[in-house]
């Protein structure tokens, strides 16, 4: 069984085409999202009716809960005064923006989701298990890690909401025994020194019915797009020329 992941892409549609691009080429059986399609680009209509129109489940992102709801922007301590500005400038001008079928379906998108192939259960996140505000990096405490994996039941926990990748192993006490937790990146808006367009690949071996018989094969794979193609969009656009900028620094870096 071959699965990809997806996350955060952000109303970024170039990147999220380059990586369907992708997905077909390694003959995914399924795809999941991990949410936040909006904000940061804009083409958060065509991002989100790409997605309902290819069926992929898809978890409620943070993005994706304030704009279905229409919830209240408020400051966040790391940003600068320019990103918090341009956050409220991009929230807004996705709430003005996107249609009410596509708001009615963010509405309607679930907190996780749920997989069992054979005795492995994998959970599908966009945070963490409590919240899709938490975030979780790669150097997140062990015991913390473990301790959600063991309260939910789940073998391999895969988030996003960082736009940082990774692929974290975690013993237990049992012999043999391990937990994966992974984050997907971001297709949209990555926070990596490439920048590239970035999901996940799991290679499932279910064959049998237990722990021991099954694999799970992750793979980070990072997707060239046209990121031109995303910055003229933006800056053509009322989306913040902050994100348009961030683009380019990186592409200069």
Known sequence: MKIAIISDIHGNLPALKAVFE????????????????????????????????KGIPTIMGNHDERIAFDHPVFSLSKHSREEQEARLTTINHTKSTITSDNKAFLAGLPASIRLTFGSV??????????????????????????????????DVMVCGHTHLSFIRLLSTEEAGKSKL????????????????????????????????????????????????????????????????DFLEQEQRA
């Open 121 to 154: 259960t994998i959970l599908l996140v966009h945070g963490s298990p409590g919240s899709n505000e938490e975030y979780i990096y790669d150097q997140h405490e062990e015991k913390t890690l473990m301790k959600m994996l063991n309260d939910q039941e789940a």
């Open 22 to 53: 992708d997905i077909r080429l390694f003959g995914a059986d399924r795809i999941y999202c991990l949410g936040d399609l909006t904000d940061g680009a804009p083409w958060n209509n065509e991002v989100t009716e790409l997605i309902r129109s």
């Open 181 to 244: 937790v992974i984050n997907a990146g971001s297709v949209g808006r990555s926070k990596e020194q490439d920048r590239k367009a970035c999901y996940l690949q799991l290679n499932i071996n279910n064959e049998g019915d237990n722990m021991e018989s099954a694999t799970v094969v992750p793979v980070i794979c990072k997707v060239d797009y046209p990121i031109a193609e995303t910055i003229e969009g933006i800056r053509n656009s009322t989306v913040p020329d902050f994100y348009a």
